[in-house]
């Protein structure tokens, strides 16, 4: 699990933004967020898959 997506108990805030003490403690034990977004997933997923479709459209022709 990510933080981008938690809120602080103690300043209701996202911890991403690292607003208070405590969010910066919990942002550093949760490590680097990898920055990708189901958006960004489902982006890789269908380049893959209309790269493939060329692919196949190019050595069938």
């Known amino acids: 699990m990510t933080y981008d997506r938690l809120v602080c108990a103690n300043c209701a ?19 680097p967020s990898t920055g990708l977004t189901p958006a960004m997933v ?9 790269m493939t479709a060329l692919l ?4 069938t022709a």
């Open 56 to 59: 196949v459209a190019l050595q």
């Open 13 to 31: 805030a996202p911890v991403a933004e690292g607003r208070c003490p405590v969010c910066r403690a919990n942002r550093e034990r949760l490590g």
């Open 42 to 50: 489902l982006a890789l997923v269908i380049a893959l898959v209309a």
